[in-house]
């Protein structure tokens, strides 16, 4: 079985500061693992995956992620963020393996200041 | 095309009441998901769905909950004797069957149990 914890529930920071929201997983076997976002009033969106490969991903909006297997992580980070990055951000993760079930972390609440 | 499509998008109803929850997936995906979202409480894994295979109902809280897919598409979430801490947003999501798609969320059903 997998788990995730995001170890921070709320991060706020001032506009076009760096940005770093942590990410840990456990899992007994290789895993999956993503970031999805979900801004005021709306649904949830992929933000970006890491499958295989490269262990530094990009995705949308500047955002980029490092898997670490060493450390089970999976911090997420932007060097400059926006007030239009507020967004509660979550952290998943599924194994490789026969089950194709989809583990969400708790979420952090991303507030940007003016 | 047409996203994922839930219903009713408000649901208010008096404990004790039994309670159905409609998800119309995107046309195609083969994997479906509900996942119960709870103030502060991330993303609850409920159940998945992944063509005619067995779902896997491990996050289901109580024998209250139940759930079915019909005909590889529509599914319907069930509560029986709804409680209180049953109030949530109910989350639906589909995806193709590569483990590494996204998954589309619904709006989602609020569901408030007074």
């Known amino acids: 079985a997998q788990s995730v914890t995001q170890l921070d529930s709320q991060v706020p920071v001032f506009e076009e500061a760096p940005v770093e929201l942590r990410c840990n997983y456990s899992?007994?076997?290789?895993?999956?693992l993503f970031w999805y976002v979900q801004y005021p009033n709306q649904g949830l969106q992929l933000l970006l995956k890491?499958?295989?490969?490269?262990?530094l991903v990009k995705g949308i909006n500047g955002f980029e992620a490092e898997f670490n297997k060493s450390q089970t992580s999976f911090h997420l980070r932007k060097p400059s963020v926006h007030i239009s990055d507020t967004a509660e951000y979550f952290c998943a993760v599924t194994g490789r393996d026969s089950s194709y079930k989809l583990i969400f972390g708790s979420g952090t609440r991303l507030l940007v200041r003016p | 095309g047409a996203g994922v499509s839930q219903s009713p998008s408000n649901k208010v109803t008096e404990k004790g009441k039994d309670v159905e929850l409609r998800c119309d997936p995107i046309s195609g995906h083969t994997a479906l998901y509900w996942y119960r979202q709870s103030l502060g409480q991330g993303l609850e894994f409920l159940i998945y769905?992944?063509?005619?295979?067995?779902?896997?109902k491990s996050g289901l809280p109580s024998d209250r909950f139940s759930a079915e897919r019909t005909g590889g598409s529509v599914s319907t979430l069930t509560i029986q004797r709804t409680q209180q801490e049953d109030s949530a947003v109910y989350l639906c999501?589909?995806?193709?069957?590569?483990?590494?798609?996204?998954?589309?969320f619904g709006n989602g059903t609020r569901l408030t149990v007074t």
């Open positions: 890491y499958l295989s490969g490269s262990t």
């Open positions: 899992s007994s076997v290789s895993v999956y």
């Open positions: 769905f992944q063509g005619n295979s067995a779902p896997d």
């Open positions: 999501a589909s995806s193709t069957r590569d483990r590494g798609s996204p998954l589309h």
